[in-house]
Every structure is written in structure tokens, then in C-alpha cells.
């Protein structure tokens, strides 16, 4: 069973940087894929990032990009997402999500299997 902790959230003003932490364990295959969603309230879950194990693909949606990335460290079990030059409109709950078996992106969170319990960022000046 793999499980997925998340945490780095808190509350920061416009213009500042956070870095989320999704620490995993339990995969059973050799690829695999790890997603950040995030979920305002009132929205529905949006895909943010995606790093594939196998070749290390990543994606970013065009709201973050060129100011969040994400990147794995394989000694700590752990992906991270760094978000820079936030903005209020990126506050929202930010969960974890990972599938086995795949080495490609995926955006969709009804591709994922296994979810963390979220942490939440609010940005606000």
C-alpha cells in the first residue's frame, strides 16, 4: 500500500515562496508517477505538477509555470514542490497523489490511486 504525507503548507504573503514536501512509501513497481493537485474552495481539484519516476518527465500547468517546480530526492522518498512568487489566487488545499505502473504524465486526478490527507496554503497580504 503506498502512503503519502504532505507537508510545507502555512499561511505567506504575495511574492513569497513555499516548498511542499510529499514523502511516499509502499511502491511495489519500478514506475511510477507523482502529482500535486490543489483544491480552492468553491473549484474543482486542478492538476499542478506531475514528475514521472522512470525518466524524470515533469509537468507544470501554465498558472505556475516558471514560478513553481518540482523535483525528487530519491534518498529521502520524497518529492517536493517548490512555489515562488506566490499569489493569492494560489491558495487552496495542495494534495499529494501518486499511481504505479505509469511512465508518462498524468493530469487527471481519476488516474491516481493513492492520495495524502492535503496541507493547506493560504496566501494573503
Known amino acids: 500500500q503506498v502512503h503519502l504525507v504532505e507537508s510545507g503548507g502555512g499561511l505567506v504573503q504575495p511574492g513569497d515562496s513555499l516548498r511542499l514536501s510529499c514523502t511516499y512509501s509502499?511502491?511495489?513497481?519500478?514506475?511510477?508517477?507523482i502529482a500535486w493537485f490543489r483544491q480552492a474552495p468553491g473549484k474543482e481539484r486542478e492538476a499542478v505538477s506531475c514528475?514521472?519516476?522512470?525518466?524524470?518527465?515533469?509537468y507544470l500547468s501554465d498558472s505556475v509555470k516558471g514560478r513553481f517546480t518540482i523535483s525528487r530526492d530519491y534518498a529521502k522518498n520524497t518529492v517536493y514542490l517548490q512555489m515562488n512568487a506566490l499569489k493569492p489566487e494560489d491558495t487552496a488545499d495542495y494534495y499529494c497523489?501518486?499511481?504505479?505502473?505509469?511512465?508518462?504524465?498524468?493530469?487527471?486526478?481519476?488516474?491516481?490511486?493513492?492520495w495524502g490527507q492535503g496541507t493547506q496554503v493560504t496566501v494573503s497580504s
Open positions: 514528475i514521472v519516476n522512470s525518466d524524470g518527465s515533469t
Open positions: 509502499g511502491f511495489t513497481r519500478e514506475s511510477y508517477a
Open positions: 497523489a501518486a499511481v504505479e505502473g505509469v511512465r508518462w504524465v498524468l493530469r487527471s486526478q481519476y488516474e491516481y490511486d493513492y
